[in-house]
């Protein structure tokens, strides 16, 4: 059965860095798309970043320039790496593998604080 965990959340300080790292398992992930979304408080959740099996990426337009994801197929990771950190970033990160079957992560909570 498939999983994904995520780690690398935590509290910052606006205009800081934080890595996001979530791990696969039991999921083919080099055929598939990976990405992060988020959920900010009182709100819906959201497409931040995603990349596709071939290496394309697309980006939430909030967070061009700042944040990069990356994935590494051989050890079935994706990365989010966040710079710049504002406030209105705040949320719980979740990780998300798509194809035929979604996998969700439980999610990593980040706080910028201002």
């Known amino acids: 059965q498939g999983q994904l965990v995520e780690s690398g959340g935590g509290l910052v300080q606006a205009g800081g860095s934080l890595r996001l790292s979530c791990a696969a398992s039991g999921i083919i992930t080099s055929i598939s798309s990976m990405g992060w979304y988020r959920r900010a408080p009182g709100r819906q959740r959201e497409l931040v970043a995603d990349i596709f099996s071939g290496g394309r990426t697309n980006y939430q337009d909030s967070v061009k320039g700042r944040f990069t994801i990356s994935r590494d197929n051989a050890k079935n990771m994706v990365y989010l790496q966040m710079n710049s950190l504002k406030p209105e970033d705040t949320a719980v990160y979740f990780c998300?593998?798509?194809?035929?079957?979604?996998?969700w992560g439980q999610g990593t909570q980040v706080t910028v604080s201002a």
């Open positions: 998300n593998v798509g194809g035929p079957v979604e996998y």
